[in-house]
């Protein structure tokens, strides 16, 4: 059994050890950094924009912000620490253990995902005084934020064990994650975009969580949130795909 | 002596994508319980061949048998029969010197109360006792170097892998290592040892194997190899193997 396994479980409570021992790096700035965005965007904006389909626009942008949040979360997570274990080569020791590679893909990607939750539910827990936040569906929005989690854990995984300089992790999230965690409907609704942008925003599959983590929190979104949840599983399925093919075939691992 | 060998490779062949061949058909057979040295000089493919075994490398034909065990297809039980001190220090840098010795032991599947129990005897046994609370990367070179050998011993192998161990260590360290290695060897542990140090070779081994340009160019006991290059000693019959391999 996989999960059950004594070997996997060590490499999952080492992934847990390493973002909770630097939490001062690893859960407290971007937690601020989301509170800015609620103060600035929130508060200074939300003086002009009120409400969007009938919700205070600071209760509107909430979920969206949790979710970024865990988004780039959970894949820095993943991608720093299977970069950095091959860096200093630290990895050899998993990848000579009696460890399959889909075992260590999958540690490494549920690691990033416990972080990616925390950070999410920190920023819905600070910014709940502010609005007086009712969650309407809470199971749907935990299984949507443990997917989506996964989904960039697996991202983060596959990227660390490709890369082979610092570079392309911060290209991963400079880059990639955060424009399309900007661009992903956060702090507006797609229905506002002109069609062309509205349509781009589709192909975004960060849009596609945070609108999905709308639903399940105030019961509004752009789209049919239960079809969502069938993209969001498939990406993550596909994801975690990535992050084992990486793990067994990424150059300096295995040669 | 019979019964299945520590380590059986057979032709075992590896061509890096840079067109270079690390590998070519290699086969080697260490009984259990030996003391076997591998020389060879820089780029003969020492590293290559210990990789393999391990599986940090992936040959392009050939098998690899731990105690019976192939380490390809059956690799759970091979990797848990082997034990590695790399040349090059890799201790994960979050980690405590206990934590490196207790989440190594997890990685192996070793329970918790036998893992904290070998902790002990470790710590005690490299003197790394008092600086079990303390971060692996605020270490010196010499105590890293021993922190990367207790963990090597820490699930227990029945084979050692030895890459260059004395490599950047003491001449104390160096003598002491050499006590415990020869001990563990001693208590039944079969150890594979690669180094430049060729009285390091001659002061251990009971067998050495030359190997250069991905082949074992000449194996045996150290007496039957003096004898057979009409030697002094193992360095010249090492410069007269690898020599005469050069000058090709």
Same mark, same amino acid.
């Given at each position: 059994m996989i999960l059950a396994d004594r070997p996997f479980r060590t490499l999952l409570s080492r992934e847990i050890l390493r973002f909770t021992r630097i939490w001062v790096q690893t859960l407290i700035p971007s937690l601020l950094t989301s509170l800015l965005y609620l103060l600035v965007f929130g508060l200074a904006l939300g003086g002009r924009i009120k409400q969007i389909e009938g919700i205070p626009y600071l209760e509107y942008i909430l979920p969206g912000v949790a979710l970024m949040n865990l988004v780039t979360g959970s894949q820095m997570n993943s991608s720093w620490s299977v970069f950095d274990a091959k860096r200093e080569r630290y990895i050899d020791e998993l990848l000579i253990a009696p460890m399959s590679d889909l075992q260590i893909a999958l540690a490494y990607s549920l690691g990033g995902t416990l972080r990616g939750v925390i950070m999410g539910a920190g920023v819905l827990l600070v910014g709940a005084p502010f609005v007086g936040l009712n969650i309407a569906h809470p199971a749907l929005l935990l299984l949507m934020g443990v997917l989506s989690a996964f989904t960039f854990s697996a991202l983060g995984t596959t990227v660390g064990a490709l890369a082979t300089r610092i570079e392309h992790i911060s290209f991963l999230t400079s880059v990639v994650i955060q424009p399309l965690a900007f661009l992903g409907g956060v702090f507006y609704s797609v229905e506002m975009l002109p069609e062309p942008l509205r349509i781009a925003t589709l192909f975004n599959p960060i849009f596609h969580t945070v609108d999905a983590a709308r639903y399940a929190t105030l019961?509004?979104?752009? +789209?049919?949130p239960y079809p969502t949840i069938a993209v969001v599983f498939l990406l993550a399925v596909l994801a975690f795909c990535g992050a084992w093919w990486a793990i067994s075939r990424g150059p300096n691992l295995r040669y | 002596m019979n019964g299945t060998p520590a380590l059986k490779v057979e032709k075992l062949k590896k061509m890096y994508s840079t067109g270079v061949l690390a590998l070519d058909g290699i086969s080697l057979e260490v009984e259990a319980g030996r003391f076997f040295g591998l020389l060879g000089p820089n780029g003969a493919g020492k590293t290559t061949l210990i990789n393999s075994i391990v599986s940090l490398a992936r040959p392009d034909s050939g098998s690899v048998e731990v105690f019976g065990r192939d380490a390809y297809r059956q690799f759970r039980e091979a990797r848990r029969m082997i034990g590695v001190s790399p040349q090059e220090i890799n201790l994960?840098?979050? +980690?405590t010197v206990e934590e490196t010795m207790l989440f190594h032991a997890g990685y192996y599947g070793v329970p918790k109360d036998k893992a904290k129990e070998r902790t002990e005897e470790l710590l005690e046994r490299f003197a790394l006792t008092d600086k *079990?609370?303390? *971060?692996?990367?605020? +270490?010196?070179g010499g105590m890293k170097r021993r922190v990367l050998f207790a963990r090597a011993l820490m699930h227990d192998p029945k084979v050692l892998f030895l890459d260059e161990p004395t490599a950047g260590v003491d001449v104390e360290l160096r003598y002491k290592l050499w006590g415990y290695i020869r001990e563990l060897n001693r208590g039944g542990l079969t150890i594979l040892l690669t180094t430049h140090y060729l009285e390091e070779a001659e002061a251990l081994c009971e067998e050495i194997a030359l190997i250069n340009g991905g082949r074992i160019v000449a194996q045996g006991t150290i007496e039957e190899l003096k004898w057979t290059y009409a030697a002094a000693s193992i360095e010249e019959v090492y410069l007269k193997v690898v020599g005469r391999d050069i000058s090709r």
């Amino acid at each position: 059994m996989i999960l059950a396994d004594r070997p996997f479980r060590t490499l999952l409570s080492r992934e847990i050890l390493r973002f909770t021992r630097i939490w001062v790096q690893t859960l407290i700035p971007s937690l601020l950094t989301s509170l800015l965005y609620l103060l600035v965007f929130g508060l200074a904006l939300g003086g002009r924009i009120k409400q969007i389909e009938g919700i205070p626009y600071l209760e509107y942008i909430l979920p969206g912000v949790a979710l970024m949040n865990l988004v780039t979360g959970s894949q820095m997570n993943s991608s720093w620490s299977v970069f950095d274990a091959k860096r200093e080569r630290y990895i050899d020791e998993l990848l000579i253990a009696p460890m399959s590679d889909l075992q260590i893909a999958l540690a490494y990607s549920l690691g990033g995902t416990l972080r990616g939750v925390i950070m999410g539910a920190g920023v819905l827990l600070v910014g709940a005084p502010f609005v007086g936040l009712n969650i309407a569906h809470p199971a749907l929005l935990l299984l949507m934020g443990v997917l989506s989690a996964f989904t960039f854990s697996a991202l983060g995984t596959t990227v660390g064990a490709l890369a082979t300089r610092i570079e392309h992790i911060s290209f991963l999230t400079s880059v990639v994650i955060q424009p399309l965690a900007f661009l992903g409907g956060v702090f507006y609704s797609v229905e506002m975009l002109p069609e062309p942008l509205r349509i781009a925003t589709l192909f975004n599959p960060i849009f596609h969580t945070v609108d999905a983590a709308r639903y399940a929190t105030l019961e509004v979104s752009d +789209l049919n949130p239960y079809p969502t949840i069938a993209v969001v599983f498939l990406l993550a399925v596909l994801a975690f795909c990535g992050a084992w093919w990486a793990i067994s075939r990424g150059p300096n691992l295995r040669y | 002596m019979n019964g299945t060998p520590a380590l059986k490779v057979e032709k075992l062949k590896k061509m890096y994508s840079t067109g270079v061949l690390a590998l070519d058909g290699i086969s080697l057979e260490v009984e259990a319980g030996r003391f076997f040295g591998l020389l060879g000089p820089n780029g003969a493919g020492k590293t290559t061949l210990i990789n393999s075994i391990v599986s940090l490398a992936r040959p392009d034909s050939g098998s690899v048998e731990v105690f019976g065990r192939d380490a390809y297809r059956q690799f759970r039980e091979a990797r848990r029969m082997i034990g590695v001190s790399p040349q090059e220090i890799n201790l994960d840098k979050f +980690l405590t010197v206990e934590e490196t010795m207790l989440f190594h032991a997890g990685y192996y599947g070793v329970p918790k109360d036998k893992a904290k129990e070998r902790t002990e005897e470790l710590l005690e046994r490299f003197a790394l006792t008092d600086k *079990r609370k303390q *971060r692996v990367n605020t +270490l010196s070179g010499g105590m890293k170097r021993r922190v990367l050998f207790a963990r090597a011993l820490m699930h227990d192998p029945k084979v050692l892998f030895l890459d260059e161990p004395t490599a950047g260590v003491d001449v104390e360290l160096r003598y002491k290592l050499w006590g415990y290695i020869r001990e563990l060897n001693r208590g039944g542990l079969t150890i594979l040892l690669t180094t430049h140090y060729l009285e390091e070779a001659e002061a251990l081994c009971e067998e050495i194997a030359l190997i250069n340009g991905g082949r074992i160019v000449a194996q045996g006991t150290i007496e039957e190899l003096k004898w057979t290059y009409a030697a002094a000693s193992i360095e010249e019959v090492y410069l007269k193997v690898v020599g005469r391999d050069i000058s090709r």
